[in-house]
């Protein structure tokens, strides 16, 4: 009975020895894994999907030339990041010419990379004929007579017919977006993005119903997303669109529109942001986001954004080592805090 206490005594004095050895040894900066090691760069739509129509270019090609150079950005400017593209060609991701599939393959593609960020490059569109259109309006009236009636009942009447002026409807609709997933609409997250529910804007959700919102795996994801993706989306989208309104272009904020989804923001498994580099269908701002300087001003904000993402994440890691401290007590580690969204006050 002496012996056993003895050795049960001595386990637990090795315990508290060992417990104490792995509090008060401080985590080496080495034996982390980086904060950002792998970005997945997705350009949307391609093949015989061409996403939204312009008057001279097509979302698809659009964003592949932006997706290609914010890759060869990412990889000169942010040593040791690995960046991964879903497509390199004019080809639906993945191949083949199914659009559901391709959309799986993305996140599918991206998840099993066991990327740290997914960053999707899209263009929007305001849903009505790029560019604008030719309509008629009544600018006044002119006054005629006329008979009517028959017999002894003919009679004179005066009658008014319109005057129409046809004129031109331009295409307004312009500005940055950038979109995360509002997984729970019904918490905190309702109150930090913009849930616009104006007209216009591209169809970014899931149309196809890849994903049934109300399913017990839509619900799951939810839930995980909301605990370690959340907060990381929301601070990169408005590092994003804080970004671009310093580049001098209009930010129409960070946001989900409605309820539908968008698959690759929901199945995968990282922090992820859909941005909306422009509308090709504003003449103006099509020609700019086409252009080489258009597209290198837009591969500098993102990834201006992308270095400050960067660092925010290494300060949370550097605080969380240095909880472990001598003499630290440390609470335990937040949640990267979002910046501000850009206000609707940047619109035009």
């Not at 890759?71 to 060609?89: L, N, Q, S």
């Not at 008979?147 to 009942?153: A, F, I, N, Q, T």
Request: glycine share 10%.
């Amino acid at each position: 009975m002496t012996k056993r206490v003895y050795f049960v005594s001595l386990l637990l004095v090795s315990l508290i020895a060992l417990a104490a050895f792995t509090v008060h040894d401080p985590v080496s900066p080495q034996q982390q894994k980086p904060a950002l090691s792998t970005i997945i760069i997705d350009a949307g739509h391609g093949g015989v999907d061409p996403g939204a129509l312009g008057q001279h270019s097509t979302e698809a090609e659009i964003a592949l030339s932006v997706a290609m150079k914010l890759g060869k950005a990412i990889e000169k400017e942010m040593p040791g990041v690995k960046v991964i593209y879903t497509r390199t060609t004019d080809v639906l991701a993945g191949g083949g010419t199914n659009i559901q599939q391709s959309l799986r393959y993305r996140a599918t593609m991206a998840n099993e990379a066991k990327g740290d960020l997914f960053v999707s490059i899209h263009c929007n569109a305001a849903g009505v004929k790029a560019g604008g259109w030719y309509a008629k309006r009544v600018i006044g009236h002119k006054t005629r007579t006329v008979m009517v009636g028959k017999g002894k009942k003919k009679k004179k009447k005066t009658i008014k017919d319109p005057i129409y002026e046809t004129y031109y409807v331009k295409n307004w609709q312009h500005g940055t977006e950038t979109y995360i997933w509002a997984a729970d609409r019904g918490g905190f997250k309702s109150d930090a993005i913009n849930l616009s529910q104006e007209e216009g804007g591209e169809n970014v959700e899931d149309s196809t119903n890849i994903l049934d919102l109300n399913s017990p795996e839509a619900r799951i994801r939810a839930q995980l997303y909301e605990k370690k993706y959340f907060a990381k989306s929301l601070m990169l989208a408005n590092y994003i669109e804080e970004e671009f309104v310093k580049g001098g272009r209009v930010s129409r904020g960070v946001k989900q529109r409605n309820e539908k989804g968008i698959w690759v923001l929901q199945a995968t498994g990282m922090p992820s942001v859909l941005v909306e580099t422009g509308f090709v269908t504003h003449t103006e701002e099509e020609q700019y986001i086409m252009s080489e300087k258009g597209q290198e001003e837009i591969v500098n904000s993102v990834l201006a954004s992308l270095i400050r993402y960067k660092a925010a994440l290494e300060g949370k890691q550097h605080q969380a080592s240095g909880q472990n401290a001598p003499g630290n007590t440390g609470n335990q580690e937040q949640q990267p805090q979002p910046a501000a969204i850009p206000k609707d006050a940047n619109r035009k």
